[in-house]
């Protein structure tokens, strides 16, 4: 009798805790959950690579990206960093990492700087928004805000439809960016105007925006401004609208596909 009664003491006592205590929260709860996919293909020069690593980590090591994470409601991002090439390579260079204060995020601009460069074939950009959102999917945080950061010097050739990819994500409330890096004439495998492919066929979501890169020495300032645009929220000042006499020509979202099929054709 003296067990029994015991016995359901002990449970009153779990059901009373269990009432008040707060419910446990399996999430770290973030303004923003960010990943940041890097080309790394065969057509991206090892300067441009390093240069792209460079501006990332100072990025990350500038007081204003520290002032913009604790202008947010919750002062806190998640971040990682990842590197693509073909549909099948993508690899985490930095795993998800919350960033709340200055030895957060030195220690991860350390991580992206301090990581061996590496070159991979072909270019699918839909391979990296596919294996973005799986990440984010993974991330066990809950963001206010999802945002996928691409950079690229080329369009997409391989793997499925980057405008499936995109709109997929898109669906999801994610929100993709680019970064079109530019410093290169055109050649058999690029498109003159890489910005416009972005703007039409990989970016979207709300807020979605681009900043192009054009000559090396923008290489730094650019990827800095993007990522601080998308910590604040906040798109770049558009140029004014210029109205053409004809309409533009609409943007082959195929155009790497079929380069690439044309090279090995002939």
């Known amino acids: 009798m003296v067990r029994l009664g015991l016995t359901h003491l002990a449970a009153g006592l779990v059901l009373l805790w269990s009432c008040l205590a707060p419910p446990a929260r399996a999430e770290t709860e973030v303004d923003l959950a960010l990943v940041i996919a890097v080309d790394i293909s065969f057509s991206m020069d090892t300067d441009e690579q390093a240069l792209q690593?460079?501006?990332?980590?100072?990025?990350?090591?500038?007081?204003?990206?520290?002032?913009?994470?604790?202008?947010?409601?919750?002062?806190?991002?998640?971040?990682?960093?990842?590197?693509?090439?073909?549909?099948?390579?993508?690899?985490?260079?930095?795993?998800?990492?919350?960033?709340?204060?200055?030895?957060?995020?030195?220690?991860?601009?350390?991580k992206v700087a301090s990581t061996p460069l590496r070159r991979a074939q072909r270019t699918s950009i839909s391979?990296?928004?596919?294996?973005?959102?799986?990440?984010?999917?993974?991330?066990?945080?809950?963001?206010t805000r999802q945002v996928i950061d691409i950079s690229g010097d080329g369009p997409n050739n391989q793997g499925r439809g980057v405008v499936q990819a995109r709109d997929e994500a898109l669906a999801k409330g994610i929100t993709i960016n680019g970064l079109p890096i530019m410093l290169r004439k055109p050649g058999y495998l690029d498109i003159p105007e890489l910005d416009?492919?972005?703007?039409?066929?990989?970016?979207?979501?709300?807020?979605?925006?681009t900043?192009?890169?054009?000559?090396?020495?923008?290489?730094?300032?650019?990827?800095?401004?993007?990522?601080?645009?998308?910590?604040?929220?906040?798109?770049?000042?558009?140029?004014?609208?210029?109205?053409?006499?004809?309409?533009?020509?609409?943007?082959?979202?195929?155009?790497?596909?079929?380069?690439w099929r044309d090279r090995w054709s002939n």
């Open 127 to 143: 391979g990296a928004i596919d294996f973005s959102v799986k990440l984010l999917d993974d991330s066990d945080v809950q963001a």
């Open 53 to 110: 690593r460079e501006g990332f980590a100072q990025a990350f090591r500038s007081s204003q990206v520290h002032d913009a994470i604790r202008s947010g409601m919750l002062g806190k991002i998640a971040v990682t960093y990842m590197e693509w090439a073909g549909s099948p390579d993508q690899k985490v260079i930095v795993p998800w990492t919350i960033l709340d204060n200055p030895e957060s995020l030195m220690a991860f601009a350390d």
């Open 196 to 209: 416009i492919y972005y703007k039409d066929c990989v970016i979207g979501g709300q807020g979605a925006f």
């Open 211 to 259: 900043v192009p890169v054009r000559e090396r020495d923008q290489f730094i300032d650019a990827i800095k401004t993007k990522i601080l645009l998308e910590i604040a929220n906040l798109m770049p000042e558009q140029p004014p609208l210029i109205n053409r006499i004809q309409s533009a020509s609409p943007t082959n979202c195929l155009a790497g596909e079929m380069q």
